[in-house]
C-alpha cells in the first residue's frame, strides 16, 4: 500500500497507557508479548513497539514515521525530528518529569559553574555533556546504569543528573537539588521526511487531533438532567461546564432537559444541590473525547 504511516509505540512504562489513549481515540493496537510488532484496526497503520530511549533516533532516521516519547530521550539523542504535540498521560502522571542536578547535603556546591572539573554520573548522558558544554563549564560525564543516587551518595562522582517529579526521595536520601536541568513530558515527534508528505502529515495531524481528544475527555464526564424551567437559573449557577450548558425544552412541558460536561469530582459534590433544585433523572455518562 502506497499509503502506510509507520507508528512507534513506547514499550515500558507508556506502553499500556498509549494502547489505552489510541483505544479511546478509535484504534485498536493488540501487543503480544511475543512481538514487537503490534496489530492495529487500520489498513493505513504500521505500529512497532520501540523503547522511547531509541524513538528519537529511529524517527530521525526515517525506520519509522513517527512515534510517542519522552521529550528527555529524543533531546538526549539531538534527534532532528519534528515535535508535533505534547502528550501529558494523567494515567501517567500529570507532573513533568524533571531532570535536576543533585549533590549530597553537605556538598558546597550551589550552581553548576562550581562543577568544573567534576564528575557527574547520570543516564542522560548526551544532553548533560551538552548542558555544561554550553555554559562552558567542562566536566567529565559518566553513564550511569542504575542506582544513581547511590554513586553520589558513595562518593563515586561528585554530582548527578537525576529524574524526578516531586525531589521527595532525593531529598529522603539526604541529597540536594542544586536546579532543574530539564522538563519531560511525553511527546509526538514525526519525521522530517513524513511530515513533508502531504498524505502523512494529514494522517500524523489525524492521529494527534484523536489523542488529545481522548487525553482531554479524561476525568471529564457528560451530565444530564430534566429540571423545571423556573429552576433552570438557579441550577446553572451550581452546575460547572466547558461552556454554557445546552438547555432544551421538553416536548408539550414546563421542564427543561440539561446537559454538560464536567470534571468527574464535581460530580459528587453538585448532584445533591441539582436533587434540592428539583432536577430528576440525572444520568452521568463517560467520555472518550473532546474536541
Given at each position: 500500500m502506497s499509503n502506510l504511516l509507520k507508528l512507534g509505540v513506547p514499550k515500558g512504562s507508556l506502553e499500556n497507557a498509549t494502547v489505552e489513549l489510541f483505544r479511546k481515540a478509535g484504534w485498536q493496537i493488540s501487543v503480544s508479548s511475543r512481538?514487537?510488532?503490534?496489530?492495529?484496526?487500520d489498513e493505513e497503520m504500521n505500529c512497532k513497539l520501540i523503547r522511547p530511549q531509541e524513538m528519537g533516533k529511529y524517527v530521525e532516521r526515517g525506520t519509522?514515521?513517527?512515534?510517542?516519547?519522552?521529550?528527555?530521550?529524543?533531546?538526549?539523542?539531538?534527534?532532528?525530528?519534528?515535535?508535533?504535540?505534547?502528550?501529558?498521560?494523567?494515567?501517567?502522571?500529570?507532573?513533568?518529569?524533571?531532570?535536576?542536578?543533585?549533590?549530597?547535603?553537605?556538598s558546597k556546591v550551589q550552581g553548576p559553574e562550581d562543577l568544573r572539573g567534576a564528575t557527574i554520573s547520570t543516564e542522560l548522558v548526551g544532553f548533560t555533556r551538552r548542558y555544561f558544554a554550553e555554559r562552558d563549564i567542562p566536566v567529565n560525564v559518566e553513564f550511569s546504569w542504575g542506582a544513581t543516587e547511590a554513586k553520589v551518595v558513595d562518593g563515586l562522582c561528585d554530582a548527578i543528573v537525576?529524574?524526578?517529579?516531586?525531589?521527595?526521595?532525593?531529598?529522603?536520601?539526604g541529597l540536594r537539588i542544586v536546579c532543574d536541568l530539564m522538563e519531560s513530558v511525553p511527546v509526538l515527534i514525526a519525521n522530517k521526511a513524513s511530515?513533508?508528505?502531504?498524505?502523512?502529515?494529514a494522517k500524523i495531524e489525524t492521529i494527534a487531533t484523536l489523542l488529545n481528544?481522548?487525553?482531554?475527555?479524561?476525568?471529564?464526564?457528560?451530565?444530564?438532567?430534566?429540571?423545571?424551567?423556573?429552576?433552570?437559573?438557579?441550577?446553572?449557577?451550581?452546575?460547572?461546564?466547558?461552556?454554557?450548558?445546552?438547555v432544551s425544552h421538553l416536548y408539550n412541558s414546563d421542564w427543561v432537559s440539561v446537559e454538560s460536561v464536567l470534571n468527574e469530582k464535581e460530580v459528587r459534590r453538585i448532584i445533591p444541590e441539582l436533587i434540592k433544585l428539583g432536577a430528576e433523572g440525572i444520568i452521568e455518562y463517560p467520555l472518550n473525547k473532546i474536541i
Open positions: 512481538s514487537y510488532f503490534p496489530g492495529v484496526d519509522i514515521d513517527a512515534g510517542i516519547a519522552g521529550r528527555d530521550w529524543v533531546r538526549e539523542n539531538d534527534s532532528d525530528v519534528v515535535e508535533v504535540c505534547e502528550m501529558v498521560y494523567s494515567k501517567v502522571s500529570r507532573r513533568p518529569a524533571r531532570w535536576v542536578l543533585v549533590v549530597t547535603g553537605d537525576e529524574v524526578t517529579e516531586t525531589g521527595s526521595t532525593i531529598r529522603a536520601n511530515w513533508s508528505d502531504p498524505w502523512k502529515r481528544a481522548a487525553l482531554d475527555a479524561e476525568n471529564m464526564v457528560g451530565l444530564k438532567m430534566n429540571a423545571p424551567a423556573d429552576r433552570i437559573e438557579a441550577i446553572i449557577k451550581v452546575l460547572p461546564s466547558l461552556k454554557n450548558p445546552t
